[in-house]
Structure formats: structure tokens, C-alpha cells
């Protein structure tokens, strides 16, 4: 049996919402490197991070309004 995985819900939403406040440094420590989707236990954070995620690849700032663009189209 694996070990049971640690989370916090306070440390995930605090991520989201470094990301929309300070999009570019947080990307620029490497963030999509160490953080994965599966790595969030609430399903708003995991879905709000895939979002980020793609916006990032597509090249496009982390904001409320394109993060909120973004969950509208996946």
C-alpha cells in the first residue's frame, strides 16, 4: 500500500492565488516544474491550475479574467 499523500487545502489555495497575483515570478521559479494537477486534492485548485498551465503554454499572463476565460474553455 502506498503511503498516504499530505496535502493541505490552506498551502493550495495559497498557490492559486500567488499565481494570479504575481504570475510571472512565480512561473519563473519553475512552478509548472514542480508542481503537477494531480498534486491538488480540491478539485477547483487542480482545475484552476490545468488552466493556468495551458495559458501559460499558449503564452498568455495568469490573471482572474484569462484564468476565468480559460476554466470556460476546457
Same mark, same amino acid.
Given at each position: 500500500m502506498p503511503p498516504p499523500r499530505l496535502y493541505s487545502?490552506? #498551502?493550495?489555495? #495559497?498557490?492559486? #492565488?500567488a499565481l494570479l497575483l504575481d504570475s510571472d515570478t512565480c512561473w519563473a521559479e519553475n512552478v509548472a516544474g514542480l508542481v503537477r494537477p494531480g498534486d491538488f486534492m480540491l478539485d477547483e485548485c487542480r482545475f484552476a491550475y490545468r488552466a493556468a498551465l495551458w495559458l501559460r503554454e499558449r503564452d498568455t499572463l495568469v490573471t482572474?479574467?484569462?484564468l476565468a476565460w480559460a476554466l470556460g474553455q476546457m
Open positions: 487545502l490552506t #498551502a493550495e489555495r #495559497a498557490l492559486i #492565488a482572474v479574467p484569462t
